[in-house]
């Protein structure tokens, strides 16, 4: 199912409808500041399976991001980190960037992993803010690939919808995506370390 949601005044009725599908298992492809995300809620672990087999991964060995609606809502899902890498976070937050920290003891039981590591999420879009929000606690986030050669990611949510209709419940058409993705910041030894340079430098917010 193709669902149209305005990006900067999301329907109430329209995000329920996704938090009822997430709610009951379900699988959506989502916008964020970046490229188009698959997601589920973080807390059913069959969906978690299920986003594991569309990307061809086992869900202990996945890396997959979770989207939380603000820093304050880290606390459960990520051990404590520095005052540096804190200040950093809630400059460049909500922004293009992924943190990996040190997860917390919750994180490993959530993935049936020893995942010692989480990448956080808090995306400028309030289509995927609101959904977190709405919803109560994070959901997944591990970007939608192109088969292109030279496009690596799909930025048109209807050629996604077209792939993806029979592998998930709910496509969010929230309009043209970005084709540059998140910056992944390494924070687990309490310093600030670029892995990937993507959609916006960190520099300004150091």
């Given at each position: 199912m193709l669902l149209q949601i305005h990006p900067d005044n999301p329907d109430a009725r329209k995000i329920k409808q996704v938090i009822d599908c997430l709610k009951d298992g379900g699988l959506i492809i989502y916008p964020t500041d970046t490229v188009y995300s698959i997601g589920c809620?973080?807390?059913?672990?069959?969906?978690?399976?299920k986003v594991a087999r569309i990307k061809g991964l086992k869900p202990e060995k996945a890396n997959f991001s979770i989207v939380c609606h603000?820093?304050?809502?880290?606390?459960?899902?990520?051990?404590?980190?520095?005052r540096q890498?804190?200040?950093?976070?809630?400059?460049?937050?909500?922004?293009?960037?992924?943190?990996?920290?040190?997860?917390?003891?919750k994180v490993?039981?959530?993935?049936?992993?020893?995942?010692?590591?989480?990448?956080?999420?808090?995306?400028?879009?309030?289509?995927?803010?609101?959904?977190?929000q709405q919803l109560g606690n994070p959901i997944i986030a591990t970007s939608v690939h192109d088969d292109d050669e030279i496009l690596e990611y799909t930025t048109d949510p209807e050629l996604i919808h077209e792939k993806y209709e029979k592998l998930v419940d709910i496509v969010i058409d929230g309009g043209y995506g970005n084709n540059i993705a998140s910056t992944i910041i390494d924070c687990t030894n309490d310093d600030i370390e670029v892995v990937r340079e993507g959609a916006e430098s960190i520099e300004a917010f150091l």
């Open positions: 809620d973080l807390m059913n672990k069959r969906a978690i399976e603000d820093v304050s809502s880290l606390g459960d899902y990520t051990k404590q980190f520095s890498v804190f200040k950093v976070m809630n400059k460049a937050l909500p922004g293009p960037f992924t943190f990996i920290l040190n997860a917390s003891n490993p039981k959530l993935f049936d992993s020893n995942k010692k590591t989480i990448g956080i999420r808090i995306p400028n879009n309030n289509i995927a803010l609101e959904i977190v």
